[in-house]
């Protein structure tokens, strides 16, 4: 079913469509408005004219009778009036009466229509107006009341409407051929308007149509207009840019951690196959197992960086804050890598204090960028150099730093260090070790911590990485400073 208006048909119509039936609209409720207007106010000019005509008339009765010698009697005022009024055109339609209701003048028209004439002292002082046909005449007849000086007589003038009527016809029968003109001529113009306007959003949208996943470089034309249209076109290429950008970092992710994983999976296959080229001993064969062990825990490390990198970008990867004691934590970690440490000829401490520290991280990815950082002093110090995992609290919180001896960065590779991917060129130390995976991870959990991974490196010197948690006291976070740990407010209050 078709409906007008608001209905289903019009909403799912083309904005053009839709604007030319609003123009349409409103453009046929302001002419008729206007039609209707001018005619009722022609209508109202005219009957004021008209009005003033017989007023006019019914004052030269006064006058007349001001004039007349007041001793003549009523005989010899009608002939006087009938000697004027009989050549006159106002005396075509007259009636004139005393107040004791005697007649002075009375026209033929009026004695053969006989129209009610009150007297004086019942008409209102505007008077009083009547209309009637007779024949082909349509008029109009005002009784007025004069007084000419102590005597009130009852004035009954006329006049035939047939000039203003024929008059107030035609200007209906023009406004009734202009406004529909008018109004066809607003709606092909304002079809034609919104086309026009639109014709730039249907280019848009056809250019739009050609950008798919293999151009997206490419970008919408920008009128030089500087409107709605230009800032609609820039914001979409804005658009665009970011979708291109996130669509490339995708891509390279994609690409480099293939890469990454190819690189130690061509290793194993190559070290299985030169193993069972010939029988060996079982010392040989124990030495490639060992040696593929460790790389197999190296690719494990890998896949779980990407795993959580990946998880991290789809949104899928919580951070839930709660208070975590740090002393249980430090000691964890101690006990967790103080062998390995030794293993590589270093010295390893934790420096907490005797105090409790409690602070506000997530028992999961709290360790895991520990973890993270004491791996990389460890692999980027020599042996004999020494490593420290320290809390000390400070006015903002507490401050946790793993600190090494090793060989520090270089002021070149120090803006990318964070970057996916990235690998310094530490002359060679742990050079097949890294993914360039572990500092992207660990800057993302430090930022879901409501803090910074903060880097102080010089060349030869060793590198000291550091953040800050928030202390767990019972008092309220304050939402404006950690915004994004708002979903986990209930978890933490509880
Ligand atoms: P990788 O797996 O290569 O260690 P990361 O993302 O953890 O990847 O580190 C990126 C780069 O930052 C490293 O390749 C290294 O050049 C540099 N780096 C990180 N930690 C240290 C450190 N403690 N000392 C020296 N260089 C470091």
Avoid at 295 to 322: C, F, H, K, P
Avoid at 333 to 340: G, K, T
Avoid at 352 to 374: F, K, M, V, W, Y
Avoid at 465 to 484: D, I, Q, V
Wanted: glycine residues 6%.
């Amino acid at each position: 079913m078709a409906y007008v208006g608001a209905s289903p048909v019009m909403k799912t119509a083309a904005i053009r469509i839709r604007l030319t039936f609003w123009y349409f609209a409103m453009f046929a409720t302001a002419a008729c408005l206007l039609s209707i207007a001018s005619w009722w106010m022609l209508q109202r000019s005219v009957d004021a004219t008209e009005y003033h005509d017989l007023q006019e008339r019914a004052e030269d009765v006064q006058l007349l009778l001001l004039n007349e010698d007041p001793n003549r009697s009523i005989d010899e005022l009608r002939q006087d009036f009938t000697q004027i009024y009989s050549i006159k055109d106002d005396g075509k339609w007259l009636q004139v009466a005393d107040q004791d209701g005697r007649w002075i003048y009375r026209s033929r028209r009026m004695i053969a229509e006989n129209p009610e004439l009150p007297r004086p002292e019942q008409l209102p002082k505007m008077g009083v107006i009547a209309e009637f046909h007779q024949g082909t005449r349509y008029v109009r007849i005002l009784a007025y009341p004069i007084q000419v000086r102590d005597k009130k007589y009852s004035v009954q003038t006329g006049i035939a409407l047939n000039k203003s009527m024929a008059l107030l016809k035609s200007f209906g029968a023009d406004l009734l051929l202009l406004t529909p003109a008018m109004i066809l001529f607003a709606s092909l113009g304002g079809h034609w308007m919104s086309r026009k306007a639109l014709r730039p959003v249907a280019l848009l949208a056809a250019e739009a149509r050609c950008i798919n996943d293999r151009n997206l470089d490419r970008r919408l034309p920008v009128p030089q207009t500087q409107d709605e249209i230009s800032d609609l076109s820039n914001t979409l290429n804005q658009m665009l840019e970011r979708i291109d950008k996130a669509f490339a970092s995708v891509r390279a992710f994609t690409g480099n951690a293939s890469h990454e994983l190819r690189t130690p999976i061509t290793l194993l296959r190559t070290e299985i196959e030169v193993a069972l080229i010939r029988p060996r001993d079982g010392e040989e064969y124990r030495a490639t197992l060992s040696h593929l062990h460790h790389e197999t825990v190296l690719m494990t490390r890998l896949v779980e960086n990407l795993l959580s990198i990946a998880r991290a970008d789809a949104g899928a990867e919580r951070v839930n804050l709660q208070p975590i004691d740090l002393n249980d934590l430090f000691h964890r970690m101690d006990r967790d890598w103080i062998d390995s440490m030794h293993l590589a000829g270093l010295d390893f401490r934790t420096e907490i204090g005797n105090e409790q520290h409690q602070a506000l991280g997530d028992p999961s990815t709290l360790p895991r960028l520990l973890s993270i950082l004491l791996e990389n002093a460890r692999k980027y110090t020599p042996a004999g150099g020494s490593v420290v995992l320290s809390a000390v609290n400070e006015s903002a919180g507490i401050r946790i730093a793993v600190q090494d001896t090793g060989v520090g960065i270089s002021q070149k590779d120090l803006p990318r260090i964070f970057d996916r991917f990235f690998r310094g060129e530490q002359a060679g130390i742990a050079e097949s070790s890294g993914s360039g995976l572990g500092l992207a991870l660990g800057k993302w959990i430090a930022e879901r911590h409501g803090t910074e991974l903060v880097v102080a490196s010089s060349p030869g010197c060793g590198s000291s990485f550091s953040f800050t948690l928030l202390r767990a006291t019972p008092a309220p976070l304050k939402r404006a400073s950690l915004p994004y740990l708002l979903e986990d407010e209930e978890e933490i209050q509880a």
